[in-house]
């Protein structure tokens, strides 16, 4: 399982919010291509980016500081906030990101996944799928829409979607654990990459996503305040065979 060591971005700083509000957020730095770097050295070859404000606005605010991280270190690096056209894609592309991740326009946008795949290829577009009280949330989890996290999934998997990041809102920066059984039974009934993200806290929720053999996990909070060591996480992952292929 390959874990995604997660910045998100605010204003150029690297922050987090404690579930999904914008009102309660922490700014953890104001350089977070340091922030990223530090990660390389302790181990990380992933990268796990959310614009905050692309998320609500639609743009690409913070365009500049992505490329100072993307260039200063040599990590795999996924993205995601606000990208809702091919163009936005295309530019994030160019400056190195290798994967986007569509939110919103996947529910907003009817036929914009599957342009997107057939422009860009399946391995440089994955679909966030974030939930509340088991219902999809969109703009920047400001909005619940009424399709469920099941029906989306299959949505995604029948246009040729390879990865979902499915986040629980109500786990994310809570450091209470993450939702072993939503990811449970997503990889029971389908067959995408699914990366778990919202409340991984302890390496014991590590071992446990392992074992489920997700594809990868993301690492928020419990990184900022020391509660999972990077370096041992790496290594808990590590006992449970070969990581997948990005």
């Not at 922030?35 to 980016?49: N, V």
């Not at 806290?201 to 053999?213: C, F, G, H, K, V």
Request: aromatic share 8%; hydrophobic share 40%; charged share 20%.
């Amino acid at each position: 399982m390959k874990l995604f060591p997660a910045i998100d971005l605010y204003h150029g700083c690297a922050v987090r919010l404690y579930k999904g509000d914008y009102n309660q957020m922490t700014v953890y730095s104001d350089d977070p291509g340091q922030f990223a770097a530090s990660f390389e050295d302790k181990g990380a070859t992933c990268l796990h980016l959310v614009d905050l404000e692309g998320a609500k606005l639609g743009t690409t605010p913070n365009l500049t500081t992505i490329q100072d991280i993307v260039h200063q270190t040599g990590l795999y690096t996924e993205l995601g906030g606000g990208i809702r056209s091919l163009e936005t894609i295309d530019t994030y592309l160019k400056i190195g990101v290798n994967r986007l991740i569509l939110g919103t326009a996947a529910i907003t946008t009817p036929g914009f996944v599957a342009s997107a795949i057939g422009e860009f290829g399946r391995d440089a577009i994955a679909v966030g799928i974030d939930i509340k009280d088991g219902k999809v949330a969109i703009k920047g989890w400001t909005e619940v829409t009424d399709i469920t996290c099941d029906d989306f999934c299959r949505q995604m998997e029948e246009i040729g979607v390879k990865t979902i990041i499915c986040t629980d809102i109500s786990k994310d920066g809570a450091m209470k654990g993450t939702n072993r059984q939503l990811y449970q039974q997503l990889s029971q009934k389908f067959t995408l990459d699914i990366i778990a993200s919202g409340g991984v806290s302890t390496l014991s929720d590590i071992r446990a996503l392992a074992e489920m053999n997700l594809y990868g996990a993301i690492l928020g909070k419990a990184l900022y305040t020391g509660a999972i060591d990077l370096t041992e996480a790496i290594k808990v992952t590590e006992l449970y065979g070969k990581e997948p292929s990005l």
